[in-house]
């Protein structure tokens, strides 16, 4: 017998043992054909590969990530994923449903790839309600039946609502669950679910939803698995005391590893391998983190045909030449050599086009001095204010009071040591603008804005002086979306995103330096956080505690009720929300 490719004695991943053991492989017509010890000379090999040294493990798979994320598109994610031995994903392409709906998806999915794309339905456009949020598109009922008649599509992807999934059966995301439940009884249904525990989980879970891959506690771990919660660990949540839960209890295959979101300068570094490296540093066996990363995953999506190597498997497999380091040296998809160590960055022969109209997505008025001031009517000096304070750590937010002075009619919030944070609908819907206020963010004066606001992409701003917020709004106007950095009105950064406001078709490296621009600039202004771009873009997501900004207005996520900016007992703000 003829065969492709035949691998003589590598280290080879043993899935059901979770060990190495000295082997030979044969590939043939892209599917791992016969692993033994036995000499396979017999088989006459196209070609044949000494791999004497080498581990062999299989292709990395990351079952819930959003693309968009990494501000590329899906043919460049694509080459440069592939060389961090990631083979296969599945995406949640729900940052271009927000901006345009089905259109957006479909355009989304027509990429041709090297790396096998499969799709989860985004359950999420908008988050929340198109009463709590204005989105450019919406996946409703319509939609959703569209998307589960293809066949790359195999889940629900992060259903978030926790109100309306909880205690509202007759809900837009309920109705979307319950046709998924319909049309295909054994699909998983992906949840987001932070922070909730005891009967409020339970009452979540009742809805059939069974994963989740938001910030993990090791007190509340075990409890979830133990309520048939599939735990997806991103990189926040791989602690040494998580792993300690995972190990100790043997629960590897009820939970994995996945990225969902990788931005793009982090991307130029590493992707799903790097979550595994960190695994291992806290402590999880090296080999059952492999296990989490392939085999564990791929049952989880029901992707019975990878994971690990073995007769009928889709040759997807990587040489890795130091398994605590995770030094991969060559990648291989469906037996094809995709990658070798040191390559640089590739750019793809074949990238996606998208409508001229994509280009120009970002449509709302010019601010002016004028619309900076908070005006409030009051007989008070002094009126109590709703202010959210950020968390040096994660994305959390909590809500605290203030008392500001008013001065001349308007409240003076920056001798209070305050920033504006506002959020204005950019897609020529509504031309709502909502105000907030944020508890000393900066250390310098400054502002920083984006159209990469979770998860509707409006336009956000955040800055403690006015003139520098005005050449923020100014510049991503001008811009038609990305990110931007103002010190003391100055432009110091920007990183454009053309199509939609948020995406590049720039190539990964010039891209990457773009937004590393960015992040620096954000550490000059004293912007403080583990991940400064991921902190300051879900400052307007509604579904992360406890408190954000859409363009409705303040929100209490948990409750989804919103805080007025100042005290009703105190004044009222002239244009709480104005439209």
Not at 183 to 197: A, N
Not at 368 to 377: G, K
Request: glycine share 8%.
């Amino acid at each position: 017998m003829k065969t492709d490719l035949l691998i003589k004695n590598a280290w080879v991943y043993q899935t059901p043992t979770r060990n190495f053991a000295k082997k030979n492989v044969a590939v043939t017509q892209g599917k791992f054909y016969y692993i033994s010890s036995v000499d396979m000379e017999h088989l006459n090999a196209n070609e044949t590969i000494e791999a004497e040294g080498q581990y062999m493990i299989p292709g990395f798979i990351d079952i819930h990530l959003h693309i968009e994320s990494s501000m590329t598109t899906p043919a460049i994610f694509s080459e440069t994923a592939l060389g961090y031995g990631v083979t296969t994903v599945v995406a949640d392409a729900h940052e271009m449903g927000n901006v345009f709906g089905l259109e957006g998806l479909k355009h989304f999915m027509a990429a041709e790839t090297k790396m096998d794309i499969f799709h989860a339905i985004p359950s999420s456009v908008p988050s929340t309600t198109v009463d709590l949020e204005t989105t450019g598109g919406v996946i409703a009922l319509e939609e959703v039946r569209e998307l589960l008649k293809d066949p790359r599509v195999i889940c629900l992807g992060e259903a978030m609502n926790f109100k309306g999934i909880a205690y509202d059966k007759d809900s837009l995301i309920r109705q979307i669950i319950d046709l998924c439940q319909k049309e295909r009884p054994t699909m998983p249904l992906e949840g987001h679910i932070p922070k909730i525990y005891d009967q409020e989980l339970a009452d979540f879970l009742m809805s059939g939803i069974s994963s989740d891959h938001t910030h993990q506690f090791p007190e509340y771990l075990l409890e979830k698995i133990q309520a048939g919660l599939f735990i997806q660990f991103q990189d926040k949540s791989i602690t040494p005391e998580n792993m300690a839960v995972i190990r100790d209890n043997q629960l590897f295959d009820f939970a994995c590893f996945i990225t969902d979101d990788i931005m793009v300068d982090d991307f130029l570094e590493g992707h799903l391998n790097k979550n595994v490296e960190k695994a291992i540093a806290c402590g999880l066996p090296v080999e059952e983190a492999i296990y989490m990363t392939t085999y564990t995953p791929a049952r989880r999506m029901s992707l019975l045909d990878r994971g690990m190597i073995a007769p009928g498997k889709v040759a997807d497999f990587m040489f890795v030449s130091d398994l605590e380091s995770l030094t991969i040296e060559q990648v291989y998809k469906s037996g094809e050599k995709v990658f070798t160590k040191g390559q640089p960055f590739h750019y793809p022969e074949k990238i996606e086009t998208f409508p001229e109209s994509y280009y120009q997505t970002v449509d709302c008025q010019k601010l002016t001095f004028d619309d900076l001031t908070l005006n409030v009517e009051t007989k008070k000096e002094r009126v109590r204010c709703n202010v959210i304070q950020k968390q040096v750590v994660g994305t959390f937010t909590e809500r605290i009071t203030k008392e500001l002075t008013v001065k001349e009619g308007a409240l003076d919030w920056q001798a209070a040591g305050l920033a504006q944070l506002i959020v204005m609908e950019r897609y020529g819907i509504n031309g709502n603008i909502a105000r907030a206020l944020m508890d000393d963010p900066l250390t310098g004066i400054g502002a920083i804005g984006t159209t990469w606001a979770h998860d509707h992409h409006n336009v956000m701003l955040m800055g403690n002086d006015p003139e520098s917020i005005l050449v923020a709004q100014h510049a991503l106007l001008e811009m038609q979306g990305g990110y931007v950095v103002v010190n003391q009105g100055k432009i110091v950064a920007t990183c454009p995103l053309p199509i939609g406001g948020i995406l590049s078709q720039a190539p990964i490296e010039e891209l990457g330096q773009a937004l590393k621009g960015v992040r620096q600039a954000m550490k000059d202004l004293g912007y403080e956080n583990g991940n400064e771009i991921m902190s300051f873009s879900t400052l307007s997501l509604p579904v992360s505690p406890a408190i954000k900004v859409t363009d409705k207005g303040m929100m209490d996520t948990k409750s989804q009720t919103f805080y007025p900016l100042v005290f009703p007992e105190d004044g009222v703000l002239k244009h709480e929300t104005t439209n």
